[in-house]
């Protein structure tokens, strides 16, 4: 194992997941995942697209925290404890988009072996991405990786 790899390790031991975080570029928005919550607490990774990679780390950190204590994350719930201001909800990415976003996670379950949800979260003005106000610009932050 390389020390990226034993770095997961021992975070997902010590913390329950190990975070990552990817930087955007021209044709892809940045996001953040989890590897680890589901061997860990026995629920779904999390993905964020399109946000501050200090604001996704949090929010991926109290996500694990809520699970590790016994809370359940239901898809298509909103919920208010996860941004300021703001609900957001969550969405079962689709298996076909884990090989483009999340290749840590298939190398700890040596494959698609796991579930995933999307953060879905709306823009300033309380607009959803699925909202026909909402930008092309802000859809680009926020793909759709769920059906």
Known sequence: MDNSEQKAYKDIKEHGCHILH???DDENP????SIGIQQTSNHPEIIITGMDIDDAHKIINEYNRLVKS???IIPDKLYD????NYSCSFKLVKE?????????ARWLY???NFNALQLIYPNIDGIWPWD???SSEFKWF????YE
């Open 22 to 24: 990817i930087l955007g």
């Open 30 to 33: 940045p996001f953040s995942y």
């Open 70 to 72: 016994g809370n359940t």
């Open 81 to 84: 404890c996860f941004l300021e």
């Open 96 to 104: 076909k988009y884990y090989k483009e976003y999340f290749g840590w």
């Open 110 to 112: 040596n494959g698609n």
């Open 132 to 134: 026909e106000k909402a």
């Open 142 to 145: 926020i793909p759709t990786l």
